[in-house]
Each structure stands twice: as structure tokens, then as C-alpha cells.
């Protein structure tokens, strides 16, 4: 019953990033505290974004208030949820992107780097996220199942370029890719076999 439930809302969330009600996600400031002076303007913003009325205003108010108050990586949060929120994953990217420069313990930002470039099978850079992401904050146990699933992913993805470029002999491309698969799984010696038939093929 709720083990198929749960698997079957993983591979859910393997495609596409779903997003839980506005009431349900987490308030940046638990993350980063808010200093007091700007708290109260800080929690009217983010009353509004739970709220859910004229998310284009609140967009403006926000990019408004991030001009002034550069060092709150919170507000670059809050503007990355609402692109979440309107299906714009490319500005979301920038903003959470943008947050995580502020503060690179951003743990929030991490995270939905980490899923973005997950949904968008950049896997290779999913894995570095995750893995950022675990040193941070180590309390997920299922962050270190997602990044071994990128990294595998991402190793399998050179691979099967790799496979391409060496049918179609575009052997020095082949081998560059090879490389890039060897230095994820630098013990893997399938790999190694592959490389070194390359090798021989080039006569090197």
C-alpha cells in the first residue's frame, strides 16, 4: 500500500518538480533569520506570497526590495518559488541561483538548483548540487539517494554519447567523453575497457 504510494510519487517527481501548497513550503527566514529592522517588511512579503493574490505586484515589491536589501537571500527565495509557482523554471533557476551567491549555506536554494537541473536531465550538475546540498545539510537522508541516482544517470548519459560518437567515428570525441565518464566513476571497469579499446583503434 504506501510503499507503492511512495514509489510511484518518486518516479512522479523524477519527471517534474511538484509543488506542495504555498502554505506548506518552508519560510526562507527559518533558513537565513531576517535581521529585526527588516523583519517586519520582510514577513508582510512573505504573507502575501502564501497568501496568493496579484503575484505580479509581488513579483515588482519584491525585485524592489532586493535592490535595497542586497544581502537578504530570502526575498531572491521568495522570487524563485513565485517563477516555481508560475511555471517559469528558467527565471526560478536565476533567482534561487541568485540566493545561493548571497549565502552559499542556502539550503532552499540548493535544493531546487538541484531538482531543476534534475528535471531538466543535467544530471552531472544535479549530482555536484546534491552533493553541495548534503554538506550543508545533512538531515535528508533521501538527498544522498537523489545523488547517487543524478551521478548514475549523469555517467550514463557520457556513456551512451560516448558509444554514439565511437559508432559514428568520431573517436577523439569519444575519447574526451570517456574521460568525463572515468573522472564520475573512476572505478568502474567497464569504462576503463572501453577506453583503452578507443585507445587501441587510434593506435595509441
Known amino acids: 500500500g504506501t510503499r507503492m504510494i511512495l514509489i510511484l510519487l518518486a518516479l512522479l517527481l523524477q519527471s517534474s518538480l511538484v509543488l506542495p501548497p504555498r502554505t506548506a513550503l518552508e519560510n526562507p527566514a527559518s533558513v537565513s533569520p531576517v535581521p529585526q529592522k527588516q523583519r517586519k517588511d520582510y514577513e508582510k512579503l512573505w504573507s502575501r506570497f502564501v497568501a496568493s493574490k496579484d503575484d505580479a505586484k509581488l513579483l515588482k515589491d519584491l525585485e524592489k526590495e532586493s535592490k535595497k ?6 526575498l531572491w527565495v521568495i522570487q524563485g518559488y513565485l517563477h516555481l509557482y508560475r511555471g517559469d523554471n528558467t527565471a526560478a533557476r536565476e533567482k534561487f541561483a541568485e540566493a ?4 552559499s549555506n542556502n539550503r532552499i536554494g540548493l535544493y531546487y538548483l538541484a531538482e531543476l537541473a534534475y528535471a531538466h536531465k543535467d544530471y552531472g550538475r544535479a549530482a555536484t548540487l546534491y552533493a553541495q546540498l548534503q554538506s550543508v545539510d545533512p538531515s ?4 544522498e539517494t537523489k545523488r547517487q541516482r543524478a551521478f548514475l544517470l549523469a555517467t550514463d548519459k557520457l556513456l551512451q554519447t560516448a558509444v554514439r560518437a565511437e559508432s559514428e567515428n568520431r573517436l ?3 575519447e574526451g567523453l570517456y574521460r568525463q565518464a572515468l573522472k564520475l566513476a573512476p572505478n568502474e571497469p567497464s569504462l576503463q575497457a572501453r577506453l583503452v579499446d578507443l585507445l587501441l583503434k587510434q593506435n595509441r
Open 69 to 74: 536589501q542586497k544581502a537578504l537571500d530570502q
Open 100 to 103: 545561493v551567491r548571497i549565502n
Open 140 to 143: 535528508h537522508p533521501d538527498v
Open 172 to 174: 577523439a570525441e569519444a
